[in-house]
């Protein structure tokens, strides 16, 4: 399983990029290959942070590899962006044994909403966050209350915290921000003072900033770091009292009184070597001041720019350099992240803290993937629907599955033309094909002979295009169906019944629904299909419901689910549902259920230590099998409702070979998602074999 962490901030300027080469090198020492990636980039394509780290010796990714979406895309639509961020993260993650999540850095047009956009990714991409506050300009406590408002909307957001770094602190002041931060109950709690070096930007930055000329300087001079800026305005002995070692002086190009003063202190062991000198207000040079520039030695980077001392000063205050600048910044970067967080930490961090977030989006993302993996063939009988078309266009456009149409192909072609589909790789299969209908209609005859069905009614069956794409499922020339957009639920089951039949090892078919919460993805059953189960049947709808949960990666702990918990209460009802938990456990051992429950002990952890201290599914149910279809199609639509919960069904479960029936009110997306799930029921398990959770024959 991949290890990941999310670097976030809730502001810029933070020094996320040491924290993330920290990251790196710490991962670098517990597992055998690192990726990066930068969910949002600069509109402009160019990302400094992702260009250095991709450079690093231990990462393999090219840039382009590397990156989400540009801050244009989530401007312009915040859920496609989502989309596309998580379909690049999680085409990194298959490659790589980590992978370092560094957030956005601030610098478009996102506004306030720019942390919750970042929070809401690490959720979708199930990865916790390591929270990067900066302190300076801050008390401790002001850090503090910083660091909590951060948490707050991170866990709000259903992302797991995996801790908090400050940085920037004044170092004479570093114990009282480290008892600020103390109370923190995570894995990673660090507090690192302020390092000038790593935030200070080149000679050469600062010469681009100010748009400078450059008059004299090596590439190694205008590559050093400049720790500040001092402007020279006074006279000649305040100028020499002010310069600190490292800086660069801005003055004005026609003080010829000061030039050569500070040159000269340049060069004298009593005083600060500087870091570049830049002549400011475009005023010509005065030629024997050039001839000075020009053979004293060894003197500064010198550049000259036409923006006066204001304007230069104000591009050049606020310049921060990236940690990849030199090797002695990304030296020191390891140093400190190690000294004051450290590798062991880290990996402590990553075992302690496991993230089970599971979000729509990425349930959804997952599920196209999984069916692509083993591609299935999947009839849609209903293609005079217009949504059925645009449907089958995205299905065969992302590679979900194959497709086959039933209608005129000319009149297909035509509509889709029309729609401006592009339906050129769906097979079109015509219905009224006297070869095929004459095969089904034999086939349907000999099957249902014991019904005293002839082989003229059996033709008159077949024209029914619910029978037709039953039919082709069952010779095998499809390996799913999906239906119902114009037809009705009982159109579309009826035919599977009558001659797909069941699973052996079950009696009824039944329903389930995916019900995708904000944070996990769990199983809601029998929700469309059985009004009245017995026990048994409802034993039958649990190890469906948990045989689908386990195909879809969701691990079932199933709750039986009642008015009364545990033994608090009798009646007929709840008896029902005690028997029926008893017929699970002695057909599945292996499973783990629970019943009779109360919704709020199967879903709740709080409630569950209460009323089931002991139970291996109450507080943390997956899968959730309802008394009765009043019960169970009224708590998945108040769910929905009032919970924001994403349903994707109903999935039809306990028949040999797969067909799924759509609302006819359905939109294309719920036809797109019915028709992937529909494909990966397909790969489960080959046509007439029993369920894994069966009994032996």
Do not use: W
């Not at 300087?217 to 020499?240: F, K, R, Y």
């Not at 709808?541 to 949960?549: L, Q």
């Amino acid at each position: 399983m991949t290890k990941s962490v999310y670097v976030l901030s809730p502001e810029g300027l933070v020094g996320k990029s040491a924290i993330a080469l920290g990251m790196i090198d710490a991962l670098g020492r517990h597992v055998s290959s690192i990726g990066v990636f930068r969910p949002i980039i600069r509109t402009d394509g160019r990302d400094v942070i992702l260009e250095s780290l991709v450079e690093l010796p231990n990462i393999r990714q090219t840039y382009d590899e590397a990156y989400g979406v540009p801050y244009s895309a989530v401007q312009a639509n915040p859920d496609q962006a989502m989309s596309e961020i998580i379909h690049r993260y999680e085409t990194i993650k298959e490659n790589y044994d980590a992978v370092v999540v560094v957030g956005s850095d601030y610098v478009g047009d996102l506004g306030a909403s720019e942390f919750g956009y970042n929070v809401s990714v690490a959720a979708n991409l199930n990865t916790p966050v390591l929270l990067v506050v900066r302190g300076s300009d801050r008390s401790p406590q002001r850090l503090r209350l910083k660091v909590d408002s951060a948490l707050e909307e991170v866990v709000q957001a259903h992302a797991t915290p995996l801790g908090v770094i400050a940085t920037r602190l004044e170092a004479e002041a570093l114990e009282s921000y480290q008892e600020a931060l103390a109370s923190l109950n995570h894995p990673i709690v660090a507090a690192m003072p302020d390092n000038q070096t790593l935030t200070a930007p080149t000679v050469r930055q600062q010469f681009a900033a100010a748009e400078a000329t450059i008059l004299h300087g090596s590439d190694e001079q205008l590559d050093a770091e400049s720790l500040g800026v001092t402007i020279a305005g006074m006279t000649l002995p305040n100028v020499l009292n002010g310069l600190n070692p490292g800086y660069t002086v801005i003055t004005a190009a026609d003080r010829v009184d000061l030039l050569p003063g500070i040159l000269m202190a340049h060069q004298a062991a009593g005083f600060p070597a500087l870091a570049g000198l830049l002549l400011v207000g475009g005023f010509e040079i005065a030629p024997q001041i050039r001839t000075l520039l020009d053979t004293v030695g060894p003197k500064p980077p010198i550049a000259q720019t036409r923006f006066g001392t204001y304007t230069t000063a104000e591009r050049m205050f606020g310049l921060e350099g990236e940690i990849t600048d030199s090797s002695g910044k990304v030296e020191i970067a390891r140093q400190m992240f190690e000294r004051y967080v450290g590798a062991e930490k880290v990996g402590r961090a990553l075992a302690l803290v496991g993230s089970n977030v599971r979000t729509p989006l990425m349930f959804e993302y997952q599920v196209m993937q999984q069916a692509r993996r083993d591609k299935r063939t999947i009839v849609l009988p209903e293609a005079s629907d217009e949504r059925i078309l645009r449907s089958a266009h995205i299905l065969l456009a992302r590679n979900v599955a194959d497709i086959v149409l039933l209608g005129q192909p000319p009149a297909i072609a035509a509509k889709a033309a029309e729609l401006d589909l592009n339906l050129s790789r769906a097979t079109i299969v015509d219905p009224t094909d006297p070869a095929l209908l004459d095969k089904f209609a034999q086939e349907y005859a000999r099957l249902r002979a014991k019904k005293g069905v002839s082989l003229e009614q059996a033709k008159e069956k077949m024209a029914d295009l619910s029978y037709f794409g039953t039919m082709m499922v069952h010779f095998g020339l499809a390996d799913g169906m999906v239906s119902g957009a114009v037809n009705t639920t009982a159109n579309t089951i009826r035919p599977s019944l009558e001659f797909v039949k069941t699973k052996p090892g079950f009696s009824v078919v039944s329903s389930s629904f995916f019900m995708c919460l904000p944070d996990r993805v769990v199983v809601f059953a029998d929700c469309a299909v059985n009004p009245n189960p017995t026990a048994a049947e409802l034993a039958d709808i649990a190890i469906a419901s948990a045989e689908t949960a386990t195909a879809f990666g969701i691990t079932p702990r199933v709750a039986m689910l009642s008015y009364s918990t545990g033994t608090s209460g009798s009646g007929e009802d709840v008896e029902r549902v005690r028997q029926a938990t008893e017929l699970v456990r002695q057909r599945a051992p292996e499973l783990k259920v629970e019943g009779p429950i109360q919704f709020d002990a199967a879903m709740d952890a709080e409630v569950a230590r209460t009323k089931l201290p002991d139970s291996q599914v109450a507080g943390r149910a997956t899968v959730f099998i309802f008394p009765d279809l009043n019960t169970g199609n009224n708590t998945y639509k108040a769910v929905q409702r009032t919970a924001g919960a994403l349903a994707v069904g109903p999935v039809l479960q306990g028949l040999n070979k797969p067909v799924n029936d759509l609302s006819r009110g359905a939109l294309v997306d719920d036809i797109v998602n019915t028709v992937a799930i529909t494909a990966i029921q397909a790969q489960a398990e080959p046509a007439g074999q029993p369920s894994r959770f069966a009994p032996p024959q």
